[in-house]
């Protein structure tokens, strides 16, 4: 390596800088990637009041309604949802991701467009 620097010469030594730059997008996108429809029905979970979740937000997660970490490892640019839950109780979390209330059911995974979806595939 201190041959090839020689040969160069000085100057090569400050203009020369490693191209980062497709490593960077690699593992951040400029644009995140689209949610995929993770099921088409939605899963009851007790949640407990003061307690802190990750709701998956881009459907990849094994371990659904839950983040496992899947949007970072597939590069996907996206982050799961953190809230606190307000009461402890069962609640219906969204797993089609095209909710309006995330992380929260609204209903949606009724309609005809998330219905003909394959899960697995974004909207």
């Known amino acids: 390596v201190r041959r090839v620097w020689a040969m160069l010469g000085p100057a090569a030594h400050r203009t020369w800088r490693p191209d980062i730059s497709s490593w960077l997008a690699q593992w951040f996108p400029k644009a995140p990637a689209k949610s995929v429809v993770a099921l088409k029905t939605p899963i009851k979970v007790d949640l407990v009041a003061g307690k802190t979740y990750r709701w998956c937000a881009c459907g990849r997660s094994k371990k659904q309604p839950f983040c496992d970490g899947s949007h970072f490892f597939q590069h996907t640019g996206l982050s799961p949802l953190k809230f606190k839950a307000q009461k ?36």
């Open 88 to 123: 402890t109780g069962t609640v219906a979390l969204c797993t089609c991701k095209a909710t309006q209330r995330p992380p929260y059911c609204d209903g949606t995974h009724r309609s005809e467009q998330v219905q003909k979806a394959e899960v697995g595939s974004p909207l």
